[in-house]
C-alpha cells in the first residue's frame, strides 16, 4: 500500500462567483421605488499552504480534484451574497507548484508560505450599483464570473542541508538512526528504505537537518530501481554524503566502482556538480571492513574527497563526521545573500496601453483579446437585449470600435471576444451606424426623468465623465 507520494497532479477550480440581482424596490404608493438589487458574492480561491505537520502528498493522490465554493447571488434590498468560502490546501516544506508543461509557477519553502492555485470569479453587480444619473433603473444585473480552474503538478524537494547517497544497503538508514533521533527501517535486504528518511542532528551550536536519498542503483537517473523518484530530494541539500559499505558481501561490488557509479547518476541527473562531497567508509567495525577502508582511503584523498571511516552499529568516527558537517552547513548558510525585505513594486500601466488587442485571422474573423473585454462578455445576460446594448456601451468606451475600424472591419462582419475555446462571436454592427448615439444611453428609464436646471444638466454630464474614468475592485460600472 502506498505511504509517500512526492508527485502528483492536482485538478483544482475556484469558485464561481455570484449573480447580480435585477430588483425594483415596491411598496405601497412607490411603484417603482428604484432598483435594489443587491451584488454577487466572490468565489472561494484555492490556496497552497506549507504545513511543516505534512510531509507527503499522499491525501492529494487519493483525492486529486477540489473545488472551492462558489459565491452566493444577490438578492432585492440591497443584500449582497455570501462570498464563497476558500479552499486552503495544506502541502509539505519544499513543494514546487508547475503547470503540465513542466513551467515553475511556486517553490514553497518555509512554514505558512501561500500560493493561490486558483483565483475565485468576482461576483455580478447588481441593477443598484449599475444604476447613475444617467442609468436610473437598469433592468439588468451582470453575472457573476466564472473561477479559475485547471491542472496544476505539486513536486515535493525534500529541504535537507546533508544528502546521504550509496547504495541499498550501504547503511545510510543505520547511519541517520545514530545521528540524529529519526527512527528509520532498517533490515538487510537491498530496497528496505521505500521513502526519503529526515533526521535533526545538533553538533555544537549548528543544527542541521540530515536526509537518506533510497534506491540509488546503476540507471537510476534513467528510471532503474527507486533512484529517479527521489534524485529530486537531493536538489536542496548543502552538501553530498557518499556512504560506502566496506563490508558488501557481492562479490562483483568494491567500494571505489560504487562510488563512481552513484556519481554518473548524479552528473547524468544534472544541477548538483557544485555541491561538496564527503565520503563515509561504513562497516570499519567488521575487520575485512576495516582493512578495506585502510587500503581505498588514499585513493579517495587522492582523488580530493576528505574521507571518514565510521561504524553505525558501533559508533564508532561518528563525533567527527557530525562536527565535519556541521562546519561546512554553517559555512554554506554564511555564504548564501542574506534575504531582503519585501517590497512593493508598482508597475503602472503604459500611457498608450489600451488593455486590449485586435488581431485579424486568416479566416477574416476579427478576434477581441483583453481581460476587460474577456470579463465584460462572460458576465453579460445574452438574453437581456439592455443588458446587450449595454456591454456595447462599454466595449465602445475602451476603444474596442475604434481598434476594429482601424483594423479594418465593416458592418456583418464576424468578431470574436476571447480565446478560441471560450470565445462569444458574433456580426459587428458599430454603435455610430446603429444610430445609439442619437437614440439615448442604454439603460435609461424616461419614466422617472424630470425638467433639471441647467446647473444639474452640467453636475450630471461631469458624473458622466467620472464614470467613465471609474473602475476598481468591487465596482465596475462599466
Not at 181 to 201: C, E, H, R, S
Not at 400 to 427: N, S, T
Request: aromatic fraction near 6%.
Amino acid at each position: 500500500m502506498t505511504t509517500f507520494v512526492d508527485r502528483v497532479e492536482l485538478h483544482v477550480a475556484a469558485g464561481n462567483g455570484g449573480h447580480g440581482c435585477a430588483s425594483v424596490h415596491r411598496e405601497k404608493f412607490k411603484p417603482l421605488g428604484g432598483p435594489d438589487g443587491g451584488n454577487g458574492g466572490r468565489g472561494g480561491d484555492v490556496i497552497l499552504v506549507v504545513d511543516q505537520s505534512v510531509t507527503t502528498l499522499l491525501e492529494y493522490h487519493h483525492s486529486p480534484h477540489r473545488k472551492a465554493t462558489n459565491g452566493k447571488p444577490g438578492e432585492g434590498g440591497n443584500r449582497s451574497g455570501k462570498d464563497g468560502q476558500d479552499l486552503v490546501l495544506a502541502v509539505p516544506d519544499g513543494t514546487v507548484v508547475l503547470d503540465k508543461q513542466g513551467n515553475v509557477l511556486a517553490d514553497m519553502v518555509g512554514h505558512g508560505t501561500s500560493y493561490v492555485a486558483a483565483e475565485g470569479g468576482r461576483g455580478g453587480l447588481g441593477n443598484a450599483a449599475l444604476a447613475s444619473a444617467r442609468r436610473k433603473a437598469p433592468g439588468f444585473a451582470l453575472l457573476g464570473v466564472p473561477g479559475r480552474s485547471g491542472d496544476i503538478v505539486l513536486e515535493l524537494k525534500t529541504v535537507a542541508d546533508v544528502a546521504l547517497v550509496g547504495y541499498p544497503s550501504a547503511g545510510k538508514s543505520s547511519l541517520i538512526s545514530v545521528l540524529s533521533a529519526a527512527k528509520p527501517k532498517i533490515a538487510d535486504y537491498p530496497f528496505t528504505t521505500l521513502v526519503p528518511n529526515l533526521g535533526v542532528v545538533t553538533a555544537g551550536s549548528t543544527v542541521y537537518t540530515i536526509a537518506d536519498v533510497p534506491g540509488l542503483i546503476p540507471g537510476a537517473s534513467q528510471g532503474r530501481g527507486l533512484g529517479l523518484e527521489f534524485l529530486r530530494h537531493v536538489e536542496r541539500c548543502s552538501v553530498l554524503v557518499h556512504v560506502l559499505d566496506t563490508a558488501t558481501l557481492e562479490s562483483d561490488r568494491d567500494p571505489v566502482t560504487d562510488l563512481d557509479v552513484i556519481e554518473e547518476e548524479l552528473k547524468q541527473y544534472g544541477g548538483l556538480d557544485d555541491r561538496p562531497r564527503i565520503v563515509v567508509l561504513n562497516k570499519i567495525d567488521i575487520p575485512d571492513g576495516k582493512d578495506l577502508a585502510d587500503m581505498i582511503r588514499p585513493d579517495l584523498e587522492a582523488r580530493g574527497y576528505r574521507v571518514f571511516e565510521v561504524s553505525a552499529v558501533a559508533h564508532l568516527g561518528l563525533k567527527e563526521l557530525s562536527f565535519a558537517l556541521a562546519d561546512i552547513v554553517a559555512k554554506a548558510r554564511a555564504a548564501k545573500p542574506k534575504e531582503e525585505a519585501t517590497r512593493i513594486v508598482i508597475r503602472p500601466k503604459a500611457v498608450d496601453d489600451a488593455g486590449f488587442t485586435v488581431t485579424q485571422e486568416e479566416d477574416g474573423l476579427f478576434r477581441v483579446r483583453g481581460e476587460k473585454p474577456e470579463r465584460w462578455v462572460r458576465q453579460t445576460d445574452f438574453n437581456n437585449d439592455e443588458a446587450v446594448g449595454y456591454l456595447a456601451d462599454r466595449l465602445n468606451r475602451l476603444g474596442v470600435e475604434d481598434e476594429l475600424m482601424k483594423a479594418g472591419a465593416r458592418a456583418g462582419d464576424g468578431v470574436a471576444i476571447g480565446p478560441e475555446e471560450d470565445a462569444v462571436v458574433f456580426d459587428w454592427e458599430p454603435t455610430m451606424m446603429a444610430g445609439a448615439e442619437m437614440l439615448g444611453r442604454r439603460g435609461e428609464d424616461h419614466r422617472m426623468e424630470a425638467p433639471r436646471p441647467a446647473a444639474q444638466r452640467r453636475k450630471d454630464r461631469q458624473a458622466e465623465r467620472d464614470e467613465a474614468d471609474r473602475e476598481f475592485d468591487g465596482f465596475d460600472p462599466f
